[in-house]
């Protein structure tokens, strides 16, 4: 029995079709599958009354309209909402609602993971140091983002894949899941509020340029300008260098006003020096049309190093800006709750009880309200 949050719309119907083919021998009342789909996305339930009762064991023998996950924990900062969410196998998984100042919902993204740990293991992460469990199925990736609005009534309206996982180590599941969220009779998250983003893993960007989207966004963590320094921070460029990274991207299908992010986790005395920064500025020019986005490193992972500080910060993102390219630092939200970059899941797949505390109620409010929690 397959999950509906497994099929776009096309799919679904065709889906249901077929089931009712072999359970009935003909397809009558399979066509409510699009309505009953536009409904479940739209509403958040099975419209069992829409379906005659003669037909509606097939509808609940063939589908599963439960989603295959369950909330089993929440924390709020101002700005930051941890979403921790169980499968039903009994691993964590969490995501992350981060919002923009005055409470725009629409400007508020969701970072969604893609995995149950990760394989990747790079330093400044914590989710590397679990190993990779198991990858999630597109439905359990559709789940994050279908709970949180559908449930908890949260408003959003950019998707990243930037939590637990590598997007791209689990190519299959990903682009189910980008054709079900972006499916105009589902969810309806329009390309271009989508990015995808990536360790480096260069067969992982060969394989998605082959999928055909224009407009979904791509984002690489870069985080060193020279494969010394980026192979002790990232076991991904021993195997894919620098070289191949940058020919990977320069061969990546863009459209006109496309922008390749470069994430660069910012660690003092590892990759903040001004050679690192005339380093970034240089591949940045070759591969062309990019925009830094610096990360202050968020303290979790397996590398013992504190965070830079804000005078470190702005000088290294000035020396970005003096050799001509476009940089911006990233904001830090939620690191009292191990919500912020780096910082999602742990050893062993454990969640500490201090990330599954209650939230205010103000914080799972009905969509397009604030999601800031309350001042205490």
């Not at 590397?128 to 949260?154: N, P, S, Y």
């Not at 910012?266 to 020019?285: H, K, M, Q, T, Y």
């Not at 800006?321 to 191990?338: D, L, T």
């Not at 914080?363 to 999601?371: L, Q």
Request: glycine content about 12%; proline content about 5%.
């Amino acid at each position: 029995m397959r999950s509906i949050l497994s099929f776009d719309a096309a799919g679904f119907a065709a889906a249901a079709r077929g089931l009712f083919l072999e359970r009935r021998g003909d397809v009558a009342g399979s066509g409510l599958a699009l309505q009953l789909y536009k409904l479940f996305h739209c509403e958040g339930r099975f419209a069992a009354e829409l379906v005659q009762p003669r037909a509606l064991a097939v509808w609940q023998g063939g589908f599963d309209f439960q989603p295959p996950l369950t909330l089993a924990g929440r924390a709020a900062e101002d700005g930051a909402l941890k979403l921790v969410f169980q499968t039903a196998d009994g691993h964590r998984v969490e995501s992350v609602l981060i919002a923009m100042p005055g409470g725009n919902g629409a400007k508020a993204t969701l970072c969604l993971s893609s995995q149950v740990g990760c394989a990747m293991g790079c330093a400044f992460c914590r989710t590397g140091t679990m190993g990779l469990i198991r990858d999630l199925r597109a439905e359990e990736i559709v789940a994050q983002a279908w709970l949180a609005r559908r449930q908890l009534g949260l408003s959003f309206g950019n998707l990243v894949f930037m939590g637990m996982g590598e997007p791209l180590d689990n190519l299959a599941g990903l682009a189910q899941a980008l054709r079900v969220l972006t499916d105009g009779s589902g969810l309806a998250f329009g390309q271009e509020r989508v990015t995808v983003c990536t360790c480096g893993h260069v067969d992982g960007l060969r394989a998605f340029a082959a999928l055909g989207y224009k407009r979904i966004g791509l984002s690489v963590s870069l985080n060193a300008p020279d494969d010394a320094t980026r192979s002790r921070l990232m076991t991904v460029n021993r195997r894919w260098p620098l070289a191949a990274l940058e020919a990977a991207l320069l061969a990546y299908p863009r459209r006109r006003n496309f922008y390749f992010a470069l994430n660069y986790c910012l660690i003092p005395g590892v990759n903040d020096s001004a050679e690192a920064a005339a380093g970034v500025a240089a591949f940045a020019r070759r591969v062309g049309r990019c925009l830094v986005n610096l990360i202050p490193y968020n303290p979790g992972g397996a590398l013992d190093a504190p965070s830079p500080t804000d005078p470190e910060i702005e000088r290294f993102l000035g020396w970005l800006k003096a050799a001509g390219v476009e940089a911006r630092r990233r904001g830090a939200k939620g690191q009292s709750i191990m919500a912020a970059c780096g910082q999602l899941g742990g050893p062993a797949d454990q969640v500490s009880n201090a990330t599954c505390q209650t939230v205010p109620a103000s914080v799972c409010v009905a969509t397009g309200k604030s999601i800031w929690p309350e001042k205490t």
